[in-house]
């Protein structure tokens, strides 16, 4: 993970001394994100016993977003969004909470579906992948699950001035995982959740309206 935010920051800066000269046009900022909703979860033991689990999710996530068209009058943006995010199931049935955390890798593919000198409206889908690792809050089980989700995702660019934008999305988020826990039981299942997120965006190079 150390490895990968490391990389990621390496990108970053170079992209922002790329910028004034003009050679790109993107937006660079930071987001927070809230997310809520249900999992539904299966462990299967090496003898081939099921055991499902199901229960409520919360999640909190912030980090550094890119992207490609905050304020421009381009009807595609691609927006790249890296975090670190803590995870909480509560499962009834085992009567205990599942704390995770790890990273997430968010690919948002928006539409600007109005477009002015003030704002921009977008929508589009979204892709994800995360990893994530942890364990029960009691017993100390521990365990560790790769995400792979999708979602439909509508935003709104609020331009501040000349090289800053406020911008908001909110979603449904369809999410698979697969993974195993620390007797190597095999665990897979599947989770839905609504979220929103604001993200602060610094535009640099040619990303403006006109």
């Excluded at 909470?97 to 600007?112: A, H, K, Q």
């Excluded at 792979?148 to 709104?156: D, I, Q, S, Y």
């Excluded at 449904?172 to 697969?178: I, M």
């Excluded at 299942?189 to 609504?194: C, D, H, L, P, T």
């Amino acid at each position: 993970m150390k490895r990968t935010l490391a990389s990621l920051t390496g990108v970053v800066m170079g992209l922002a001394l790329l910028a004034p000269s003009g050679a790109l046009a993107f937006g660079l900022g930071a987001y927070v994100e809230g997310a809520a909703g249900s999992v539904d979860w299966t462990f299967e033991d090496e003898f081939g016993r099921d055991f499902d689990v199901d229960g409520d999710e919360k999640r909190g996530t912030f980090g550094f977003v890119l992207d490609t068209a905050v304020a421009k009058d381009t009807l595609f943006n691609y927006r790249l969004s890296v975090g670190f995010s803590r995870f909480d199931a509560d499962f009834d049935d085992v009567g205990e909470t599942l704390e995770l955390s790890g990273l997430v890798v968010d690919n948002t593919f928006g539409f600007g579906v109005y477009r002015s000198e003030s704002l921009r409206l977008w929508l589009g889908p979204q892709v994800r992948l995360a990893f994530y690792t942890g364990e029960f809050e009691d017993s100390g089980f521990e365990v560790d699950v790769i995400e792979f989700a999708l979602a439909p995702v509508v935003g709104l660019n609020l331009h501040l001035g000349k090289t800053m934008s406020l911008a908001f999305a909110a979603g449904y988020r369809f999410s698979g995982f697969a993974g195993s826990d620390e007797d190597d039981d095999d665990i897979t299942g599947s989770g839905r959740e609504v979220f929103g997120n604001l993200s602060l965006l610094f535009r640099l190079g040619d990303d403006r309206w006109r």
